[in-house]
């Protein structure tokens, strides 16, 4: 017969996970442990944190690439408006000038609280633990 251990399987966040070690002593868990000690938890909360990021920039960005696509092409759509003129000064520029800086801005400005947020929800969950 084999000698085959029993393996308790629970949640981190549960009273159990947190007070049981690998042989039934009690033991404080750690996140911040798990993630200095690089263990396999450690890492599964590192890349759900890498994975939040990604989602984040990968909105951005596509706030961006419609932006920077979608002037061409409404300008392709649209001849008249690439040849029209406000003021002496074609309208392309003027949308350039008035209408796309503050679109990146604003990206920024969102991408950078979103990211901001993910690391301080991250963060408190190291420490909560």
Same mark, same amino acid.
């Given at each position: 017969?084999?000698?085959?251990?029993?393996?308790?399987?629970?949640?981190?966040?549960?009273?159990?996970?947190?007070?049981?070690?690998?042989?039934?002593?009690?033991?404080?868990?750690? *996140?911040?442990?798990? #993630?200095?000690? +690089?263990?396999?938890?450690? !890492?599964?909360?590192? %890349?759900? /944190?890498?994975? $939040?990021?990604?989602?984040?920039?990968?909105?951005?960005?596509?706030?961006?690439?419609?932006?920077?696509?979608?002037?061409?092409?409404?300008?392709?759509?649209?001849?008249?408006?690439?040849?029209?003129?406000?003021?002496?000064?074609?309208?392309?520029? *003027?949308?350039?000038? #008035?209408?796309? +800086?503050?679109?990146?801005? !604003?990206?920024?400005? %969102?991408? /950078?609280?979103? $990211?901001?947020?993910?690391?301080?929800?991250?963060?408190?969950?190291?420490?909560?633990?």
């Amino acid at each position: 017969m084999s000698d085959q251990r029993r393996v308790v399987v629970a949640s981190p966040r549960t009273h159990r996970a947190r007070r049981l070690g690998d042989t039934g002593s009690e033991r404080s868990w750690s *996140l911040a442990h798990d #993630l200095d000690e +690089q263990t396999e938890l450690g !890492a599964v909360y590192v %890349r759900t /944190l890498i994975r $939040a990021q990604l989602r984040a920039a990968l909105a951005t960005l596509t706030v961006v690439a419609v932006v920077i696509i979608g002037l061409p092409l409404l300008l392709v759509l649209l001849p008249a408006l690439g040849r029209s003129r406000m003021h002496g000064i074609p309208v392309s520029w *003027l949308g350039l000038a #008035l209408c796309i +800086q503050p679109i990146w801005i !604003a990206a920024a400005a %969102r991408h /950078l609280r979103q $990211a901001e947020r993910i690391e301080r929800d991250f963060a408190r969950l190291v420490d909560r633990s």
